[in-house]
């Protein structure tokens, strides 16, 4: 299923769009060279962008269980700056967009993958996406390692 609506999502235009307008905020970013952490960030979004469903965004430290250059004090800075300048408004768009479709009621699973966008859109560094399979293992793992601790 996930595969037909992706095909659907790209051939009816919301994520050609969407990517394209996040491929060019990633050479933007990247033309600054400051901005470069984030020409990453927009990278990884364009390619979510591109093929949403089946797939989701999540913290990198939760995945790869260890914290990184993104997922530390610099990374929140960083998503910080990046919710000022370009975050918020990125963000708008896509409630913007899943506003129209979801008004189309057929549009509702197109609005759900905006929306989904708009939350990495806010904050971005120290993201990654994963297919839908590994977030699941990913929160199972996290929920047992809680639960250890509570009952230790």
Same mark, same amino acid.
């Given at each position: 299923?996930?595969?037909?609506?992706?095909? $659907?999502? $790209?051939?009816?235009?919301?994520?050609? /769009?969407? +990517?394209?307008?996040? =491929?060019?905020?990633?050479? /933007?970013?990247?033309?600054?060279?400051?901005?470069?952490?984030?020409?990453?960030?927009?990278?990884?979004?364009? $390619?979510?962008?591109?093929?949403?469903?089946?797939?989701?965004?999540?913290?990198?430290?939760?995945?790869?269980?260890?914290?990184?250059? +993104?997922?530390?004090?610099?990374?929140?800075?960083?998503? #910080?700056?990046?919710?000022?300048?370009?975050?918020?408004?990125?963000?708008?768009?896509?409630?913007?967009?899943?506003?129209? $479709?979801?008004?189309? #009621?057929? +549009?509702?699973?197109?609005?759900?993958?905006?929306?989904?966008?708009?939350? /990495?859109? =806010?904050?971005? /560094? +120290?993201?990654?996406?994963?297919?839908?399979?590994?977030?699941?293992?990913?929160?199972?793992?996290?929920?047992?390692?809680?639960?250890?601790?509570?009952?230790?």
């Amino acid at each position: 299923m996930s595969l037909i609506l992706n095909i $659907l999502w $790209l051939i009816f235009g919301p994520g050609i /769009i969407a +990517g394209l307008v996040w =491929l060019l905020a990633a050479l /933007i970013m990247a033309v600054t060279i400051v901005g470069l952490p984030w020409a990453r960030a927009c990278v990884t979004i364009a $390619l979510f962008t591109f093929w949403p469903f089946g797939r989701e965004a999540m913290d990198r430290a939760d995945v790869t269980g260890r914290e990184d250059i +993104g997922t530390g004090t610099l990374g929140t800075v960083g998503n #910080i700056v990046w919710f000022v300048l370009a975050g918020i408004w990125l963000a708008i768009g896509h409630v913007m967009a899943a506003i129209a $479709l979801g008004l189309t #009621i057929i +549009g509702i699973p197109f609005a759900w993958q905006h929306l989904k966008l708009a939350h /990495i859109s =806010l904050f971005p /560094i +120290g993201k990654m996406v994963v297919d839908r399979e590994v977030a699941a293992e990913v929160r199972r793992r996290k929920a047992g390692l809680t639960l250890d601790r509570v009952r230790g």
